[in-house]
């Protein structure tokens, strides 16, 4: 099994920064995706960023600009840096870890770190 443990969250005012890092427990045999999603109260888990194992990136529109995803690999770690926070930014964030197999795709999260942005 692959455990995925956060860290970097907490509580800044709006046009603050904040980095989360995720570590996993083994390294993840290529192809893969790693990635953040965001789950605020009463809505759906969103994705924020992904990196996959070709160092292709993507971002959720509402965090292009101000997010960025990178990671790690002699240290099985994934960042996001988040700049410019507003209110809106306010969710659990989750560490995601896809392996995809010839067959199947294997999920693997991390427990959250909650972000709280005030006004």
């Known amino acids: 099994q692959v455990q995925l443990v956060e860290s970097g969250g907490g509580l800044v005012q709006a046009g603050g920064s904040l980095r989360l890092s995720c570590t996993a427990s083994?390294?993840?045999?290529?192809?893969?995706?790693m990635g953040w999603y965001r789950q605020a109260p009463g809505r759906q888990r969103e994705l924020v960023a992904t990196?996959?194992?070709?160092?292709?990136?993507n971002y959720a529109d509402s965090v292009k600009g101000r997010f960025t995803i990178s990671r790690d690999n002699p240290k099985n770690t994934v960042y996001l840096q988040m700049n410019s926070l507003q209110p809106e930014d306010t969710a659990v964030y989750y560490c995601?870890?896809?392996?995809?197999?010839?067959?199947?795709?294997?999920?693997?999260w991390g427990q959250g770190t909650q972000v709280t942005v005030s006004s």
């Open positions: 995601n870890a896809r392996r995809i197999g010839p067959l199947l795709r294997y999920d693997y």
């Open positions: 083994v390294n993840i045999p290529s192809p893969y995706y």
């Open positions: 990196i996959n194992s070709g160092d292709n990136t």
